[in-house]
């Protein structure tokens, strides 16, 4: 635990360090506008990012320089991480835990909501098996005030059918129309987004592979965020191997599997309301924690072998049709 701390440490200093650069581009992302809304004393008035904007808030009543608002949030998200190493370790053993660590250094280089959702969401896995309802519940209880359409992947599938159904049919528009400069033809409704949801599925499943970042990192020099990406990505992509395997072998199967398929099915339709592809740290934060579900024939090497291969199947894919963004 203390190399794991050390690394992480280290890493949330060098992730930072972009911040002391007033013409980084960090500063033209959500990053930077989570760090001007702190410094200003602001609070985002939508609940889901109002939560973070306000912990930054704190963060800057206790020091005043941006740099170490980041370290501070990221050194104690860390600390709250191998909180869970203990647990995890003695019922999962190491393999799955090392993954988990190397999806949530990925996260944890970002000033972004999605590390903190990766936390909740593995608070919740860890509790899925509880005994004692109210357990469960008050592990899932966070994601209300950060990631409310995470809970499709705790509710009983009939539950979340119903619920992505209401909101195909009734709530889509009122969605997106939430969402200034949405250029969307909402007066054709839901036909409207099936046309377009194929597309924006497959730029997104293009997206998610961390091979397609890899020239951008390599031509800016950032070699450890190349390195940290594909790392970061593992976990994801075994628990999307075991959700397809599943659909054929019943020895993949577990409770979560369906869960697992109407959450990336409630995403993509969220998504597409808003004509936006969705960035692979959403998908590591959500899925990378049901890791602990995964398998363990599937944490072997020649496993990662088939996922960097079809990696490449997929950049290759990419090039053939075309720039997918």
């Given at each position: 635990?203390?190399?794991?701390?050390?690394?992480?440490?280290?890493?949330?200093?060098?992730?930072?360090?972009?911040?002391?650069?007033?013409?980084?581009?960090?500063?033209?992302?959500?990053?930077?506008?989570?760090?001007?809304?702190?410094?200003?004393?602001?609070?985002?008035?939508?609940?889901?990012?109002?939560?973070?904007?306000?912990?930054?808030?704190?963060?800057?009543?206790?020091?005043?320089?941006?740099?170490?608002?980041?370290?501070?949030?990221?050194?104690?998200?860390?600390?709250?991480?191998?909180?869970?190493?203990?647990?995890?370790?003695?019922?999962?053993?190491?393999?799955?835990?090392?993954?988990?660590?190397?999806?949530?250094t990925f996260l944890n280089g970002h000033f972004l909501r999605d590390g903190m959702i990766f936390l909740f969401v593995l608070l919740a896995v860890a509790y899925a098996d509880s005994g004692s309802l109210i357990r469960r519940y008050l592990a899932q209880f966070p994601l209300v005030l950060i990631r409310p359409?995470?809970?499709?992947?705790?509710?009983?599938?009939?539950?979340?059918?119903?619920?992505?159904?209401?909101?195909?049919?009734?709530?889509?528009?009122?969605?997106?129309?939430?969402?200034?400069?949405?250029?969307?033809?909402?007066?054709?409704?839901?036909?409207?987004?099936?046309?377009?949801?194929?597309?924006?599925?497959?730029?997104?499943?293009?997206?998610?592979?961390?091979?397609?970042?890899?020239?951008?990192?390599?031509?800016?020099?950032?070699?450890?965020?190349?390195?940290?990406?594909?790392?970061?990505?593992?976990?994801?992509?075994?628990?999307?191997?075991?959700?397809?395997?599943?659909?054929?072998?019943?020895?993949?199967?577990?409770?979560?599997?369906p869960r697992l398929w109407m959450g990336v099915i409630g995403l993509l339709i969220m998504y597409a309301s808003i004509e936006q592809t969705i960035d692979k740290r959403v998908f590591i934060s959500l899925f990378s924690p049901f890791i602990i579900f995964v398998n363990p024939t599937l944490m072997r090497g020649?496993?990662?072998?088939?996922?960097?291969?079809?990696?490449?199947?997929?950049?290759?894919?990419?090039?053939?049709?075309?720039?997918?963004?």
């Open positions: 635990m203390l190399c794991l701390a050390m690394l992480g440490l280290a890493y949330a200093f060098y992730s930072s360090l972009p911040i002391r650069d007033p013409s980084s581009a960090l500063f033209s992302n959500d990053e930077g506008l989570y760090l001007s809304y702190g410094a200003r004393g602001a609070i985002m008035a939508e609940l889901r990012y109002g939560l973070f904007s306000l912990l930054v808030r704190i963060y800057f009543l206790i020091v005043s320089d941006p740099f170490w608002v980041a370290v501070l949030h990221k050194s104690l998200s860390l600390a709250a991480f191998l909180l869970f190493q203990p647990m995890l370790v003695r019922k999962h053993g190491y393999r799955p835990f090392v993954l988990l660590y190397l999806a949530f359409q995470a809970l499709l992947l705790f509710f009983p599938l009939r539950i979340s059918v119903i619920l992505v159904a209401y909101f195909f049919l009734f709530m889509r528009h009122l969605y997106a129309t939430e969402h200034p400069g949405i250029d969307m033809a909402l007066s054709e409704g839901n036909i409207h987004l099936i046309k377009t949801s194929t597309p924006l599925t497959l730029i997104t499943l293009a997206n998610i592979n961390p091979l397609a970042s890899l020239n951008f990192h390599l031509n800016n020099g950032s070699y450890l965020e190349a390195c940290l990406t594909i790392f970061g990505s593992f976990s994801m992509f075994l628990v999307f191997s075991q959700m397809t395997l599943a659909l054929h072998w019943p020895q993949y199967r577990h409770t979560y599997i020649r496993t990662f072998v088939w996922l960097i291969g079809v990696w490449v199947a997929m950049l290759i894919i990419r090039m053939l049709f075309g720039n997918t963004g």
